[in-house]
C-alpha cells in the first residue's frame, strides 16, 4: 500500500513512465480522460506527452498496453501535435500490438492507423506498415494487409498509394503462410475494384492457379466505381459533398460525381534497366553480312524490350541501329522485326523515347513501300508507338515531306498515320497553324488517281473534321465540291476517336447548336433562289448555315458580321443581270441618267444613287449589280472630278451596307487604284479600298490592290498605295497578311527612280516591321547599302514602339467559342513570319564523315567538324527541319570534356535556331534537353553560353515543347546546385509570361519543393524566386496538396514558404494584353467590328479600358484584373498615386523605435531569430531584414531596398545619402538593420550600387565619429566580416574605399578586434582578399603597436608567418611587409614570435629586413609621425563634415589616444605575460576608450621646461587650472568614460602625453570627493602603468636619443602616482590578482634593471620603488597579493631566462607577506590559497624544489605552510574544498604533518612570551647560545611590529656583551641595512644620553626603511656597490637634506589643504613669476611627494606606520633654513 500511495500523488506523464503496470495502467487511464477532455487542439498539454506516446503502444503489461492503446487513440485523434508521432506509434503498433493474442489490441491498433492516415499521415503509416511485411512473424503480415486494405477500401487509390503495394504483392503469394496468401488475395480484390485492369501487369508472373483465382473473384466485383467513404480532415467539404448528394438524390449523386482517375499500368510497373543487358556483340551482329546473325542480334533485343517498363539511358546507338535495318537491310523479316523492336523501346521508355522519334520517322513512312502485309502491319505499330512519345507537331516536316511521294503506298500510308494520329489529338494540340498544311496536302491526294490514297485522304480529312469541328476545317475546305465534302463529312460520322469522353461531349454539344439551327437551315435555300447561282457546295456549305446562324442566334451572339462576307462568293453576273438586278432597287431617273452627256445630270444621278443605297436593307442590295452599274459610261473614264468623288463614295457605301463580295471588289478595284494618286479623289479612292479590305478583308485586298499598282507605271499611283496600304496595316493589324505575295513588289518599289515611291516602300517596311520585327530585314539584305541604310534608319525609328490595337476588320469577340483559337496566335503569327522565308535542306550537306569527325577522340578533328557544321549553317542562312543525323552528333559534344568545343557547339545551336527558325520544335527534347543539361556546368561562362543558346530556341519555339513531358523534371531531379539554380532562374523568368502552360509542369514541383531544402542557399533563393511562378498557373491549392508527400518538418517549411509565394503570385498575362502584342495574329481580336471606323485608341487606355458591351465578359475581367495587378506594366499610373507617392517620400526615411535595437540584440542571443551569418545571404535572411526595417524605416524606401532592379537602390541610397544629416539620431537607432543591408549588397555584382554603397557608408562612419558612436559586438559582427570579404574585390576602386572604410573603422570600433576579423579574412581563398588583409594588419600593427595582434602576438605572427609560403605572389610579400612592421616595432623579437620557418622562408624574411633598412629603436617616433596619415583616411570630404574648430579634435591628440598599445606585448618573453587574467572588463572599456578620442575637447600644450632650475631649492607654484576644462570632470558628462580616455594615455609611447595623464590621475586621486571615481578603473590604470613600465625598460631605455632625465621624471610621476593610489585601501583593495601579478613583475624587474643605476637620481628611484613594492603588499588585497606572488614564484622558476634574483626578491616579498599574516588572516580566502599552493607543489613537488640550487623557495614555503597553520591551527585542513583530488595532493600530508608540530611549537612559544614581560633581556641572556640571541633579535628588528624593541635589545646586548661579533648577521645584508642598523645603534645611544629629543610619535624613518628593506635586503645590491668600498658620505648628507625637508613640511598643519595638485605643477602658468612645474617632476621631488603622500595617510587613518626619518638630529639651523623656505614657497603661491 505505500507503494501505491507514493505513485497515486505522481502527475500522470509520470504515471505513465512508472516502473509498476498498475501505476502505467492507471497513468493510461488517467491521461485518457484527459485527452477527451481537452477541447483545445493546440493546448501546450498535448506536447508533455510527445516523447513517450510510443511507450504507451509498447508497453509490456497486456492490460495496460490495452488501455494505453485507447490513449493513443484518443490523442492521435483530438492533438494537434499528433502528427509528429506518427512514425515511431505506428511502428510500435506494427512490432508490439499487431503480433497480440487480443483481438481488441489488434482493432485498437488498426483503428490508430486509420486515425494517423485521417490526420493526413497516409505516406509515414503506409511506409511502416509496408516495412512490417518484411517482418518474420506471419501474424504482424497478415495484420498489415489488412490494414493497408482497410485503409484502401476507405479511403481510396487517391490517399492510399498503389505504385509501393503493387511492387511487393506477388511476393506475398509466394509465401508459405495460407494466411498471408489468403489475405493477400483479399488485398488484390480490393485494388482490383479501384484500378481495374492497371493491376493485370504486375501479377503476371504469379502462380497460374492464384491468378485464375483472382480473376474469377475480379468478375464477380460490380461494374460501378468504388467511392471514398471515409475522409482526411482536410476533405470535410468533400464529405459534406458527398452526405448531401446521397441524401437529396442518390442517383443524379452518381452521376454527378467524377469518378477516380484511371490508373496507368505504366506507372505501377518497375522500370528495367535493359542497356547492361545487351549482347556484348550486339553491334558486330548486326553489321554481320549473315542475316542469321543480324536476326539473332535482334531477337535478343526483342526479347529485352518486351519489359513494359523501360529505364532511361542512352539509346541513341540502339536506334539509329534500328533505323539502319529498318531503311536499308534487304531482309524484309528482319525489317519487320526491327519494327517491333521500336515498338517496344517506344512502349517501354514512352516520352523518354520521343528524343528519338525524328530519327526513326522519316525511316518508317519511306519503308511504307514495302507490299507485304505484315512488314506494313509492323512498320503502322511502331510509327504509332512512335506517335505516342512524342507530339504531332515535332514529326509534322516528316510527314509532309512523304505526302508528295510518288510511291501511292507511302501516301496512303502516310494519309492513315495521320488518321490514326488526328484520333489521339484535341483541338489544343491540333491548332490552325498545324491543321493547314496537312489540310493542303490531304486535299490534293483526294484527287489522287488511286483509290486506296483517295480514301485514305478522306478519312484524314473526316477524322480532323471530327476532332476540331467544322468552324476549324471548314476555311480550307473553301474550294472542295459538294460531294467529296459530303463524303468527309460521312467518314467524320464514321470515325470514333481515342478520347471517349470528350467526344461524347463534342457530340451532344453539337446536337444541341444543330438543334437550334434546324430552321433556319431549311429555311435558308428557299430563300435565295432569285439569287444569282452560286457554287452550290461553296453555298451550301458556307453561306447559308452562317446566315441561319446568325438569325436564329437573334442578335445575341450577332459577332459573325464581319466574318460571313469574308466568306461570300458571287458568280460574275452579266450587264443584262446587273441592269435588271439595279432597276429594281434605283429609281428609274437615276438610271437614265446615269450615262448623261451632262456632268450636272450625272452629278443628280450620283446623288440619287447614294440615298438609294442608304435606305437600302443589307439583304436586298445586289452588290456587284451597283457597282457594275457605276462603271456604265462614261464609268471610271469620269472626267468630272465631283462626279467622280460621289461615285468613289457610292462605292465605300455599298461594301460598307452590303454583303460586298470579292467578285463585286474586283469590279471596282482596278480603278480605284488608277484614282488612288489623284489629287482630288484620292483620299476617296483611299476610303473605298478601306472599306473593300473590311468587307474581304485586308489580306485579298492588299494582295490585289498591289500587284495592280506595280502593273501600272505612275509612280504617284505606287506611292500612295503603299501610303495606304501601311496605313490600312495600322488599322486593319497584321493579321493574315501574305507578305510573300507582295514582297517583290515592296524590293520593285525600293529599286524605283521615283523617290516618293521609294520612301513610300521605307515607310511601309517600317510599320510592317513593328508586327514582324528583325525577321523583316532578311528579306533586304541583298539591297544596296545606302538603302540599306534608310531602312535600318527606318526600323530604328520604330524599335520599342508598339503596334497600335486594330479597330477595323473581321475582328472576332466570341467569347468561350473562341477560346481555344485564344491560344493559338502566337503561334500562327510567328509561323507566318518566318514561314516567309526561303529555307535551303541541308541534310545532304551534313555528311557521315562531318559526323564521325565529331565524334572523334582527337579534339582537333571533333573542332574541324564543328566548324565544317558552322559553315554550312552560316552559308544556308535559313534552313528547313531536315539537319540528318547532325542533332545525335550534337549532343553528344554537348558532353565534351573540351569546354572550347562545347561552347562552340552551343553557338551552333544557337545559330541552327535562328536559322531553322519555329520549325526547331520537332528538336526540342533531342537536342534542347541537353542544352538545359549544360546548364549544370562549373564553369560560369558556360553556363552562360547555354542560358543564351537556351533563350534563342525558346525564342523561336514557345515554352510549351519544354514543359512538355517529364525531361524539365528529371533534369531539376539532379543534384546539381549549378544545374538547379540556372533552371529555376530561367523558369521564374519565363513561367510568368505564359498564359496557359501544359500539366506536365506539376511533375517538376516535388523537385522545387526539394530545391527549397536545398544546401546549396543560391538554390533554395532561386526556388523561392520560382515558388510563386509556379503557383500563378498550378495553383495554390495542387501545391499544397503536392505537399503531403514531404515529411513534416520539410512540410511545415515549404507550406509557409508557399503562404508566402500566395501574397507574391504574379497575375497571368491578360488576353487584351496580348491583342496589343507585337504579334500579328494577337492583334486581331481586340476590339468589336463596327460600322463606322472608330480612331485608334491609345495603347494604354487600351489595356485599362471597360472592354466593349460585346466582349465576353471574363475577359473583360480578366484584362481588368490585368492592369489593375500589374498596372500596365509601369506605363500608365494615376496621378493621384503619384502625388501621394510624392509626398510619402517627404517624410523621415528612418524612424526612432525606442529600445528597438535592443530588442533585436536580445531576440538574436536568444534564437529568437538567425543570427547574421551566412555565406550567401538566403532569402530567410532577407525576408528577416526585411521585416524587421518594417518598423523604423518609410514605406517607400524599404520597397526600394529590397526591390529586385539595382536601380531602386541606387534610389535609396541617394535618399539616405541626403537624409543622413538631417537623420543622425534615427540612422544610429536602426544602424544595426542599415548596416545588414549593406552586407547584401556586397553580395550583389552590380558595380554602380557598390560605389554608392561605400560612399554612403564613409559619410555614415564619419558622422558615428563625429558623434562619438562606437559599435558594439552585435552591429560589428553582422557587418565586419562582410566588408572584409569586399577588401578582396578585383576593381581597384572598390579595394581603396574598403580600405578606407576599414581605416574609419578603428575610430567606432577597437583596432584590436578589426584585426580579429582581418585575420580570419587572410583565412580566404581568394588570394586578393588575403593579401589586402595582410597589409591592413600590418598597418594596423604599425600604428597601434603590437597590442592589436589577438589574442596573442605570438599566435598572430605564426599565422601571418605561415602565409611567407603562399603560393601567390601577392600574399607573400603582404606577409613579409606586415612580419617587417612587426620587427621595426619590436626588434629581433619578431623572430621568437613568428615561430618556426623553413630554411627558405627565413631567408626571404631576413632579407627583406635588410632591405627595409628600419632601426627598432626607431619605431615608436616613426608611428607617431606615420599616425596623422592614417588618421585623416576617412572620407575624401570628411574635414567638410566635421564640427566647427572648437570641437575639433587636433590629430596630435589622435596620435597619443592610442600609443597606449604600442609596445604592450614587445616583451613576451614569458607565458605569465600574456593576458589570461586579466579582466573582461578591462579589455572592454578600454576598447570603448579607444574610439572616445573625440569627447576631450583639446589637449593642453605642454609646459617647456626649463631644465637648468631643477637642483635650484624648491618652489612649490600655485595651482593653475587647465585652460581646456575647469574641472577634471567636466571635460564631459561621462567621469568613466573621461577617465578611461586619460587611463589609456598612460600608457602612450609619448613621455609628455604620458605624464600628462599621469598627472590629471594625481589630481583624482588626491581629492577626497574625486578619488572614488578612479572606482573600478583601477585594473586598467595599473594594467596602463606596467605597460607603460615594460615600454620604458624596452624602448625608452635603449633609445639614446632620448632624454634621460626626462625618462626619470616619468618613472618618477608613475611611482608617485601608485603611492598614492596604494595609501587608498579602498581603491588598492580592487586590483585583481592578474594585474598584481603583472605588476610585481614590472617593478622587480626595474629594480633589477642595471641602467638604473646609471642614471642621475637612480639610486633614488630604486629607494622609491622599494617603498612602493611595500605599500602594494600591505594595501592591496591579501588574498590576491599573495596568490600572485605565488604564481609569479611559480613562474620564475619554471623560466630558464629568469634571473635567479627575480626569484630570490619574490620569495622576499613572500616573507613580507608571512609576517603580515597576524593581521589579515581572517581576510583571507584560505581556499584560494591552498589551490595556488597545491598547483605549485603540482609543478614543484618537494623532491624537486630539493634539487633547485637554493634551498629558499623550499624555506619560503615551508614558512608559509607553517604560518598559516599556526595562525589557523586544525582548521586549515578545511580549506582545501578547491583542489580536486585532494588525497593526492601532497599539500594535504604536509599540512597534517606541520598542524601537528605547530600546535606545539605555538603553545610553547605563547608561554615564553608571557614570561618574557619586562624581563626579557633577561631571558635573553639565559639562552644557551649566542647566536640564538642575536637571531632572535634580527627577527624583531625585521618585524615592522617589532623593530624599536629588536633595536633597543640589541643595543642593550652590546652593551652587556660588548665583545659580541653582530658581523656574521649583516654580512648577508645589504650595504643600506647595515647603515641603518648602524643609525639606529645611534639614535637610541643618543637618547639615552639626552643629547637629543625624538618625538614621542615617531620613531623616524628607521623602523619605515626597515620595513622597506627588511622584505627585500639585497634590493638595492645592484645599485649601490658590495664590493667592499664604503659608501660615500655625501649620499648620507644628501638624503639628510630630504628628510630635513620632510620635518619641515610636517611642522606645517594647513600643508596638506594648501599643497597643489600634481596637476598644477604641469599647468601652464599663469604669470612668469611662477616657478616652472618642471622642477616638481625633478627625481628628488619624487621622494617629497612620497612623503606628502605618507603624511596625508597619516592624516586619514591617525596611525604612524610611516613615520620620517633621521631628520630629528639636525640643528636648529636646519630647521630656520627649512622655515625660510617654506615661507617663501608661501609668497609664490600668493
Known amino acids: 500500500m505505500a507503494d501505491d500511495s507514493e505513485w497515486m500523488k505522481l502527475p500522470i506523464d509520470q504515471k505513465c513512465e512508472h516502473k509498476l503496470w498498475k501505476a502505467r495502467l492507471h497513468g493510461y487511464e488517467e491521461a485518457l480522460k484527459l485527452f477527451q477532455r481537452i477541447d483545445d487542439e493546440k493546448s501546450p498539454e498535448w506536447s508533455k506527452y510527445l516523447g513517450f506516446i510510443k511507450k504507451f503502444v509498447t508497453d509490456s503489461n497486456a492490460v495496460a498496453q490495452l488501455k494505453g492503446l485507447e490513449a493513443v487513440l484518443a490523442y492521435v485523434e483530438n492533438a494537434h501535435v499528433a502528427g509528429r508521432t506518427t512514425g515511431e506509434v505506428v511502428s510500435g503498433v506494427v512490432c508490439k500490438v499487431f503480433n497480440q493474442p487480443k483481438a481488441r489490441a489488434k482493432e485498437l491498433g488498426l483503428e490508430i492507423c486509420m486515425m494517423y492516415i485521417e490526420i493526413e499521415k497516409a505516406e509515414a503509416v503506409q511506409e511502416e506498415l509496408l516495412k512490417g511485411l518484411d517482418n518474420k512473424n506471419p501474424k504482424i503480415i497478415v495484420m498489415c494487409i489488412e490494414t493497408i486494405r482497410k485503409a484502401l477500401s476507405e479511403f481510396g487509390s487517391k490517399i492510399v498509394t498503389l505504385k509501393p503495394v503493387v511492387k511487393v504483392l506477388p511476393k506475398l503469394f509466394e509465401s508459405r503462410e495460407k494466411a498471408v496468401r489468403d489475405e493477400a488475395k483479399l488485398l488484390a480484390v480490393e485494388m482490383y475494384r479501384w484500378i481495374r485492369d492497371a493491376l493485370r501487369p504486375p501479377l503476371q508472373n504469379i502462380n497460374s492457379v492464384q491468378f485464375k483465382e483472382l480473376e474469377e473473384e475480379w468478375v464477380k466485383l460490380p461494374p460501378s466505381a468504388p467511392k471514398q467513404t471515409r475522409f482526411l480532415r482536410s476533405q470535410q467539404d468533400l464529405k459534406t459533398k458527398f452526405e448531401q448528394a446521397a441524401s437529396s438524390d442518390g442517383v443524379d449523386g452518381d452521376e454527378d460525381e467524377e469518378a477516380p482517375p484511371e490508373v496507368d499500368a505504366y506507372e505501377l510497373l518497375e522500370a528495367v534497366e535493359i542497356l547492361s543487358k545487351l549482347p556484348k556483340d550486339f553491334y558486330e551482329k548486326i553489321e554481320s553480312k549473315k542475316w542469321q546473325e543480324r536476326k539473332e542480334a535482334l531477337e535478343a533485343l526483342e526479347i529485352l524490350v518486351k519489359n513494359p517498363k523501360i529505364e532511361s539511358g542512352d539509346f541513341g546507338d540502339v536506334v539509329r541501329t534500328l533505323k539502319k535495318v529498318i531503311g536499308k537491310d ?93 484520333r489521339h489529338c484535341t483541338p489544343s494540340t491540333l491548332p490552325k497553324s498545324l491543321l493547314k498544311p496537312f489540310c493542303a496536302a490531304l486535299l490534293k491526294q483526294i484527287n489522287d488517281s488511286a483509290p486506296e490514297v483517295r480514301d485514305a485522304a478522306f478519312e484524314a480529312l473526316g477524322t480532323a473534321l471530327k476532332v476540331v469541328g467544322e468552324k476549324a476545317v471548314n476555311p480550307f475546305l473553301a474550294d472542295v465540291d459538294k460531294l467529296k465534302l459530303d463524303r468527309i463529312k460521312e467518314c467524320a460520322e464514321k470515325i470514333e476517336l481515342a478520347g471517349g469522353k470528350k467526344v461524347a461531349g463534342g457530340a451532344e454539344k453539337k446536337d444541341v447548336k444543330s438543334a437550334t439551327k434546324t430552321a433556319p437551315v431549311a429555311e435558308a435555300p428557299p430563300a435565295k433562289p432569285a439569287a444569282p447561282q452560286k457554287k452550290a457546295p461553296v453555298a451550301k456549305a458556307g453561306g447559308p448555315p452562317k446566315k441561319g446562324k446568325v438569325a436564329g442566334g437573334a442578335g445575341a451572339k450577332g459577332k459573325k458580321a464581319a466574318v460571313e462576307t469574308k466568306d461570300v462568293v458571287e458568280t460574275e453576273l452579266s450587264d443584262e443581270v446587273c441592269e435588271e438586278k439595279a432597276s429594281a432597287v434605283l429609281p428609274s431617273s437615276c438610271m437614265q441618267l446615269l450615262d448623261s452627256g451632262n456632268w450636272k445630270e450625272r452629278l443628280a444621278s450620283m446623288e440619287e444613287f447614294q440615298k438609294a443605297v442608304e435606305q437600302m436593307e443589307k439583304s436586298e442590295m445586289p452588290c456587284q449589280a451597283l457597282v457594275r452599274m457605276l462603271a456604265k459610261k462614261p464609268g471610271w473614264k469620269e472626267t468630272n472630278f465631283q462626279v467622280m468623288q460621289m461615285k468613289l463614295h457610292i462605292v465605300g457605301l455599298i461594301a460598307v451596307k452590303g454583303n460586298f463580295s470579292k467578285t463585286s471588289a474586283l469590279v471596282v478595284l482596278e480603278c480605284l487604284v488608277d484614282k488612288i ?210 542533332p545525335i552528333a550534337l549532343k553528344a559534344r554537348l558532353g565534351d570534356s573540351n569546354k572550347i568545343l562545347l561552347q562552340q557547339t552551343l553557338t551552333i545551336l544557337q545559330q541552327i535556331a535562328t536559322a531553322m527558325g519555329p520549325n526547331i520544335k520537332q528538336h526540342v527534347k533531342n537536342l534542347g534537353i541537353p542544352i538545359i543539361t549544360v546548364l549544370g556546368d562549373s564553369k560560369s561562362n558556360v553556363r552562360a553560353a547555354a542560358l543564351t543558346t537556351l533563350n534563342a530556341w525558346v525564342e523561336q519555339t514557345g515554352m510549351k515543347e519544354w514543359l512538355e513531358g517529364e525531361d524539365l523534371s528529371e533534369e531539376l531531379k539532379k543534384e546539381n546546385p549549378f544545374l538547379r539554380q540556372e533552371v529555376l532562374g530561367w523558369l521564374a523568368e519565363k513561367l510568368p509570361t505564359l498564359r496557359t502552360v501544359p500539366p506536365d509542369l506539376m511533375l517538376c514541383v516535388p523537385n522545387l519543393y526539394s530545391c527549397l531544402e536545398d544546401r546549396n542557399g543560391d538554390v533554395r533563393k532561386k526556388a523561392q524566386e520560382a515558388l510563386p511562378t509556379f503557383m500563378m498557373h498550378l495553383g495554390y491549392e495542387k501545391m499544397f496538396k503536392a505537399t503531403n508527400k514531404l515529411k513534416t518538418a520539410s512540410k511545415d517549411q515549404v507550406v509557409s514558404l508557399l503562404e508566402k509565394a500566395r501574397t507574391n503570385m504574379p497575375a497571368k498575362p491578360a488576353a487584351p494584353v496580348k491583342a496589343a502584342d507585337s504579334k500579328p495574329a494577337g492583334g486581331v481580336k481586340s476590339a468589336p467590328a463596327s460600322a463606322k471606323p472608330q480612331p485608334p485608341p491609345a495603347y494604354d487606355e487600351s489595356e485599362v479600358s471597360v472592354p466593349d458591351s460585346k466582349q465576353d465578359p471574363k475577359k473583360a475581367k480578366s484584362a481588368g484584373a490585368a492592369a489593375k495587378g500589374k498596372g500596365v506594366i509601369g506605363k500608365k499610373a494615376p496621378i493621384k498615386s503619384n502625388a501621394k507617392e510624392e509626398e510619402d517620400k517627404s517624410g523621415p526615411i528612418f524612424t526612432h523605435v525606442p529600445n528597438g535595437k535592443e530588442q533585436r540584440i536580445k531576440d538574436e542571443k536568444g534564437l529568437k531569430v538567425l543570427k547574421w551569418n551566412f555565406t550567401t545571404p538566403r532569402d530567410e535572411y532577407i525576408e528577416q531584414l526585411k521585416t524587421q526595417m518594417s518598423s523604423c524605416s518609410a514605406k517607400w524606401l524599404q520597397d526600394e531596398l529590397f526591390h529586385l532592379d539595382f536601380q531602386h537602390h541606387i534610389k535609396a541610397l541617394t535618399a539616405m545619402i541626403e537624409h543622413l544629416e538631417d537623420e543622425k539620431d534615427a540612422t544610429i537607432n536602426c544602424l544595426d538593420l542599415v548596416l545588414k543591408w549593406f552586407t547584401l549588397r556586397f553580395f550583389d555584382t552590380n558595380t554602380s550600387v557598390l560605389m554608392k554603397a561605400l560612399e554612403y557608408l564613409k559619410m555614415l562612419f564619419t558622422m558615428l565619429s563625429r558623434e562619438n558612436y562606437h559599435l558594439n559586438e552585435y552591429e560589428a559582427s553582422s557587418f565586419i566580416p562582410y566588408l572584409v570579404l569586399k577588401v578582396g574585390e578585383s576593381k581597384d576602386v572598390v579595394r581603396k574605399d574598403v580600405r578606407a572604410l576599414l581605416n574609419m573603422m578603428c575610430k567606432v570600433y577597437p583596432a584590436s578586434k578589426v584585426f580579429t576579423f582581418l585575420m580570419d579574412g587572410t583565412k580566404s581563398k581568394n588570394s586578393k582578399q588575403r593579401a589586402e588583409c595582410l597589409e591592413e594588419l600590418g598597418c594596423l600593427i604599425e600604428s597601434y603597436g603590437m597590442n592589436v595582434c589577438q589574442p596573442t602576438a605570438a599566435k598572430a605572427l605564426k599565422e601571418i608567418a605561415v602565409h611567407i609560403g603562399d603560393r601567390d605572389n601577392s600574399v607573400r610579400n603582404a606577409a613579409l611587409n606586415t612580419v617587417v612592421v612587426v620587427y621595426n616595432v619590436c626588434g629581433d623579437q619578431v623572430f621568437k614570435l613568428i615561430g618556426n620557418l623553413s630554411e627558405k622562408e627565413m631567408s626571404m624574411l631576413e632579407e627583406r629586413i635588410k632591405r627595409s633598412a628600419k632601426k627598432p629603436a626607431a619605431a615608436p617616433v616613426k608611428q607617431v609621425e606615420e599616425k596623422p596619415q592614417r588618421s585623416q583616411g576617412g572620407h575624401p570630404n570628411a574635414s567638410l563634415m566635421r564640427r566647427p574648430p572648437l570641437d575639433e579634435v587636433p590629430s596630435k591628440l589622435k596620435i597619443m589616444y592610442r600609443t597606449y598599445r604600442i609596445q604592450s606585448r614587445s616583451q613576451n618573453a614569458h607565458p605569465e605575460q600574456s593576458f589570461p587574467s586579466i579582466p573582461r572588463e578591462f579589455q572592454l572599456d578600454l576598447d570603448i576608450i579607444e574610439n572616445d578620442h573625440t569627447r576631450v575637447s583639446e589637449m593642453p600644450d605642454l609646459v617647456q621646461h626649463k631644465l637648468d632650475e631643477l637642483l635650484e631649492p624648491v618652489l612649490i607654484p600655485e595651482p593653475k587650472i587647465r585652460a581646456v576644462s575647469p574641472h577634471f570632470d567636466d571635460m564631459h558628462n561621462s567621469i568613466a568614460s573621461t577617465i578611461n580616455f586619460v587611463v589609456s594615455q598612460v600608457a602612450s609611447g609619448d613621455i609628455n602625453t604620458s605624464i600628462q595623464a599621469l598627472a590629471q590621475i594625481d589630481e583624482v586621486l588626491r581629492q577626497e570627493d574625486k578619488a572614488e571615481a578612479m572606482s573600478g578603473h583601477i585594473d586598467q590604470f595599473l594594467i596602463a602603468t606596467f605597460m607603460q613600465l615594460r615600454l620604458i625598460y624596452s624602448t625608452h631605455m635603449a633609445d639614446e636619443r632620448l632624454d634621460k632625465d626626462d625618462i626619470v621624471r616619468l618613472y618618477s610621476c608613475i611611482i608617485g602616482n601608485m603611492i598614492s593610489l596604494f595609501q587608498m585601501e579602498l581603491l588598492a583593495r580592487e586590483a585583481s590578482m592578474g594585474v598584481l601579478k ?109 634539487q633547485l640550487k637554493s634551498d629558499i623557495p623550499l624555506r619560503t614555503l615551508k614558512t608559509l605552510l607553517h604560518t598559516l597553520c599556526r595562525l589557523t591551527g586544525p582548521k586549515i585542513l578545511d580549506h582545501m574544498t578547491m583542489i580536486e583530488n585532494k588525497n593526492e595532493s601532497e599539500l594535504e600530508t604536509h599540512l597534517r604533518r606541520v598542524v601537528k608540530h605547530s600546535l606545539d611549537q605555538t603553545s610553547s612559544k605563547s608561554d615564553r612570551e608571557t614570561e618574557k614581560g619586562a624581563n626579557g633581556m633577561d631571558e635573553l641572556a639565559a639562552k644557551s647560545k649566542v647566536s640564538d640571541i642575536l637571531a632572535e633579535i634580527f627577527k624583531k628588528i625585521g618585524s615592522k611590529e617589532n623593530t624599536k624593541e629588536g633595536l633597543t635589545e640589541l643595543y642593550e646586548y652590546k652593551q652587556k656583551y660588548s665583545d659580541a661579533d653582530i658581523d656574521p648577521f649583516l654580512k648577508n645584508t645589504s650595504q643600506f641595512f647595515q647603515s641603518y642598523v648602524e643609525r639606529g645603534l645611534r639614535m637610541i645611544e643618543l637618547e639615552r644620553e639626552g643629547k637629543g629629543r625624538v618625538q614621542s610619535s615617531s620613531s623616524g624613518i628607521s623602523p619605515q626603511s626597515a620595513d622597506t628593506f627588511v622584505p627585500s635586503s639585497t634590493i638595492t645590491a645592484p645599485t649601490i656597490p658590495t664590493n667592499g668600498e664604503e659608501v660615500k658620505p655625501a649620499v648620507y648628507l644628501e638624503r639628510l637634506k630630504i628628510l630635513r625637508q620632510r620635518h619641515g613640511l610636517e611642522n606645517n598643519s594647513k600643508q596638506h589643504d594648501e599643497r597643489p595638485p600634481l596637476t598644477s605643477l604641469l599647468s601652464k602658468p599663469s604669470a612668469p613669476t611662477v616657478a616652472s612645474s618642471t622642477d616638481m617632476l625633478h627625481s628628488k621631488l619624487s621622494q617629497l611627494k612620497e612623503s606628502r603622500e605618507h603624511y596625508h595617510q597619516e592624516l586619514e587613518s591617525n596611525q604612524s606606520h610611516m613615520q620620517s626619518s633621521m631628520g630629528t638630529t639636525s640643528s636648529v639651523t636646519n630647521l630656520d633654513d627649512l622655515k625660510k623656505r617654506l615661507e617663501r614657497i608661501k609668497s609664490n603661491r600668493k
Open 330 to 422: 534487304t531482309n524484309v523479316m528482319l525489317v519487320a522485326v526491327a519494327a517491333k523492336c521500336v515498338v517496344g523501346l517506344a512502349t517501354g521508355l514512352r516520352k523518354k523515347f520521343g528524343t528519338y522519334a525524328c530519327l526513326v520517322v522519316p525511316t518508317i513512312l519511306e519503308k511504307f513501300k514495302e507490299k507485304k502485309p505484315n512488314v506494313v502491319q509492323a512498320l503502322q505499330e511502331a510509327i504509332d508507338a512512335v506517335f505516342l512519345t512524342t507530339t504531332l507537331q515535332n514529326i509534322s516536316e516528316d510527314v509532309l515531306a512523304v505526302m508528295d511521294n510518288k510511291n501511292p503506298s507511302i501516301k496512303q500510308q502516310s494519309s492513315l498515320f495521320l488518321s490514326r494520329s488526328f
Open 677 to 886: 494618286g489623284d489629287v482630288k479623289c484620292g483620299i476617296k479612292s483611299k476610303e473605298a479600298l478601306t472599306a473593300i479590305g473590311e468587307a474581304c478583308s485586308l489580306p485579298w485586298t492588299a494582295e490585289h490592290v498591289v500587284s495592280m499598282a506595280f502593273a501600272q507605271k505612275n509612280p504617284k499611283n505606287q506611292a500612295e498605295t503603299l501610303n495606304w496600304l501601311a496605313n490600312a496595316m495600322k488599322e486593319f493589324g497584321f493579321s493574315g497578311i501574305n507578305v510573300k505575295a507582295f514582297i517583290n513588289n515592296v524590293k520593285t518599289a525600293l529599286g524605283a527612280t521615283n523617290p516618293a515611291v521609294r520612301t513610300s516602300a521605307i515607310a511601309l517596311l517600317g510599320v510592317m516591321f513593328l508586327y514582324m520585327g528583325a525577321p523583316l530585314r532578311m528579306f533586304f539584305e541583298d539591297e544596296k547599302p545606302a538603302l540599306l541604310t534608310q531602312i535600318d534608319a527606318e526600323f530604328e525609328k520604330m524599335q520599342g514602339q508598339t503596334p497600335p490595337a486594330p479597330f477595323r476588320g473581321s475582328i472576332k469577340k466570341e467569347g468561350q467559342d473562341e477560346n481555344e483559337e485564344a491560344e493559338e496566335p502566337d503561334d500562327e503569327g510567328g509561323n507566318d513570319v518566318m514561314d516567309l522565308l526561303p529555307r535551303s535542306d541541308i541534310g545532304e550537306k551534313i555528311t557521315s564523315d562531318m559526323v564521325s569527325k565529331m565524334s572523334d577522340k582527337n579534339w582537333k578533328i571533333r573542332k574541324e567538324g564543328l566548324d565544317e557544321v558552322a559553315a554550312v549553317i552560316n552559308e544556308a542562312k535559313f534552313i528547313q527541319p531536315n539537319i540528318g543525323e547532325l
Open 1638 to 1746: 603583472d605588476l610585481m613583475h614590472g617593478l622587480i624587474t626595474l629594480m633589477l634593471d642595471s641602467r638604473v643605476e646609471d642614471l642621475e637620481d637612480g639610486q633614488q628611484l630604486i629607494r622609491s620603488v622599494n617603498l612602493l613594492v611595500v605599500r602594494v603588499l600591505e594595501k592591496s588585497d591579501q588574498t590576491n597579493i599573495l596568490s600572485a606572488l605565488l604564481v609569479l614564484l611559480q613562474d620564475s622558476l619554471l623560466a630558464s631566462a629568469s634571473s635567479p634574483k627575480f626569484s630570490e626578491l619574490v620569495m622576499k616579498c613572500l616573507w613580507r607577506m608571512v609576517r603580515l599574516l597576524p593581521e589579515s588572516v581572517n581576510n583571507i580566502n584560505l581556499d584560494r590559497i591552498l589551490l595556488d599552493i597545491h598547483n605549485f607543489m603540482k609543478i614543484f613537488p618537494k623532491d624537486k624544489l630539493k
